[in-house]
């Protein structure tokens, strides 16, 4: 649990989090469907919520996971399976690059589980996208993980995101982002 005197730090933090998605979504928008333009905003304002109210580094399957708590969350609002599986493992790509990082490499069955756990792939990467390019985040996580993914996911209608946004995807989001260059995408 947090002291009192930390949750109106960690409140502002939260807050200036979701501001920050939502001008990245903002500056996404034109190159969204307008039903993924606002799935993408449910995400965005659910997927940290329950920071506060989480059992610290518990693991992403734990119930008391922020994820969990989150995905809990949603599910009293919508039914659609997808949408719960995203805001549920929108951190695994960042995890399996930690492993990466720290141990120089990272658990397959993880990576197969979440492969074939989320069908609609533009809207995951879409959301990887906007929740990590942000001003504190470097980009090797999602650059690690958009070269994982290449070549082993379905997109639909053409709307294939490694196209779309292959180049310089976080120079059109704001102008302190470090560019994500996805080696191999078509």
């Given at each position: 649990?947090?002291?009192?005197?930390?949750?109106?730090?960690?409140?502002?933090e939260r807050f200036a989090h979701i501001?920050?998605?939502?001008?990245?979504?903002?500056?996404?928008?034109?190159?969204?469907?307008?039903?993924?333009?606002?799935?993408?905003?449910?995400?965005?304002?659910?997927?940290?919520?329950?920071?506060?109210?989480?059992?610290?580094?518990?693991?992403?399957?734990?119930?008391?996971?922020?994820?969990?708590?989150?995905?809990?969350?949603?599910?009293?609002?919508?039914?659609?399976?997808?949408?719960?599986?995203?805001?549920?493992?929108?951190?695994?790509?960042?995890?399996?690059?930690?492993?990466?990082?720290?141990?120089?490499?990272?658990?397959?069955?993880?990576?197969?589980?979440l492969l074939a756990g989320i069908r609609?792939?533009?809207?995951?990467?879409?959301?990887?996208?906007?929740?990590?390019?942000?001003?504190?985040?470097?980009?090797?996580?999602?650059?690690?993980?958009?070269?994982?993914?290449?070549?082993?996911?379905?997109?639909?209608?053409?709307?294939?995101?490694?196209?779309?946004?292959?180049?310089?995807?976080?120079?059109?989001?704001?102008?302190?982002?470090?560019?994500?260059?996805?080696?191999?995408?078509?």
């Amino acid at each position: 649990m947090i002291g009192a005197g930390r949750a109106p730090v960690i409140l502002k933090e939260r807050f200036a989090h979701i501001a920050e998605l939502d001008r990245n979504l903002e500056s996404l928008r034109h190159k969204l469907s307008e039903t993924d333009y606002w799935r993408l905003r449910v995400l965005i304002h659910s997927h940290d919520t329950f920071k506060g109210k989480a059992q610290p580094n518990a693991p992403i399957t734990a119930s008391n996971s922020h994820a969990s708590l989150a995905r809990a969350f949603l599910a009293d609002f919508c039914a659609d399976d997808d949408m719960l599986a995203i805001v549920e493992f929108h951190d695994e790509p960042y995890a399996l690059w930690r492993q990466v990082a720290s141990k120089g490499k990272f658990n397959q069955q993880r990576l197969t589980a979440l492969l074939a756990g989320i069908r609609d792939w533009n809207l995951f990467l879409a959301f990887n996208i906007i929740d990590g390019c942000t001003e504190e985040k470097g980009r090797e996580p999602l650059r690690w993980f958009f070269e994982h993914v290449a070549g082993k996911v379905r997109f639909y209608s053409g709307r294939h995101i490694l196209a779309r946004y292959k180049a310089n995807i976080c120079n059109r989001i704001g102008g302190a982002c470090r560019p994500l260059i996805i080696v191999g995408a078509n």
